[in-house]
């Protein structure tokens, strides 16, 4: 499968307890991004990377929220002290600049905040 | 700020009907605009991207529009099946992020 990955498919956890995320994107896509949605909402953005370097991060993203991308290539998404309100999906994309920038969407991961 | 909307939230048609979906934005200076569908509970599938320079791009039986002075896009879909009921999104580019519409759910019935 060469599309984008992201594991776990689904997350069950209790207030105040801390989360990863993982994303795997399609290997020579050197944009990614993270996106976080709610029920009957389009996707928000959270926060992108070129290469290894985190470029943009929204505004709503509260410091409980962290993102890497070592060495370029899969991501983590990391929320600390979850609250009910983080419940959500969390959706990864990936893209290639030389390429048009067309995004690329991974399944998500179901978050709930117990 | 970027606003993007899409009307209608929702549009039910019978299967075999041409459609049209709507997406307006608010600031024209964008660097590409891309239509998205959702099936329940999955990630987005690219339907069309088109590059601010374009005026539309056509995939089998959809065709996308773009007008940046008007900050309007549309989706042409034609002949609707059954198999496009989705959630179609089109989401702007911009120099900062990608924002999204909250979506147009079709429901094309047999």
């Known amino acids: 499968d060469t599309g984008v990955s992201q594991d776990p498919r689904h997350k069950i956890t209790k207030r105040g307890q801390n989360v990863t995320f993982r994303c795997d994107p399609i290997?020579?896509?050197?944009?990614l991004y993270w996106y976080r949605q709610t029920l009957g909402q389009g996707p928000e953005f959270l926060t992108y990377?070129?290469?290894?370097?985190?470029?943009?991060k929204s505004r709503l993203l509260s410091d409980r929220f962290s993102a890497e991308r070592p060495k370029g290539s899969f991501s983590t998404l990391e929320i600390q002290r979850t609250e009910q309100g983080d419940s959500a999906m969390y959706l990864c994309a990936s893209s290639r600049l030389e390429n048009g920038d067309t995004q690329y969407f991974g399944p998500g991961t179901r978050l709930t905040v117990l | 700020k970027q606003e993007v909307t899409q009307i209608p939230a929702a549009l039910s048609v019978p299967e075999g009907e041409n459609l049209v979906l709507n997406c307006s934005f608010t600031?024209?200076?964008?660097?590409?605009l891309q239509w998205f569908r959702q099936d329940p509970g999955k990630g987005l599938t690219s339907l069309l991207l088109i590059q601010s320079s374009q005026r539309e791009q056509t995939s089998g039986r959809l065709n996308a529009s773009l007008d940046k002075s008007s900050g309007r896009s549309t989706l042409y879909i034609a002949a609707s099946q059954p198999g496009d009921s989705a959630t179609y999104l089109c989401a702007v580019k911009d120099a900062y992020d990608m924002r999204f519409g909250a979506g147009t759910r079709l429901t094309v019935k047999p």
């Open positions: 600031d024209s200076a964008i660097y590409n």
């Open positions: 290997s020579e896509h050197n944009r």
């Open positions: 990377f070129q290469n290894e370097a985190q470029l943009e």
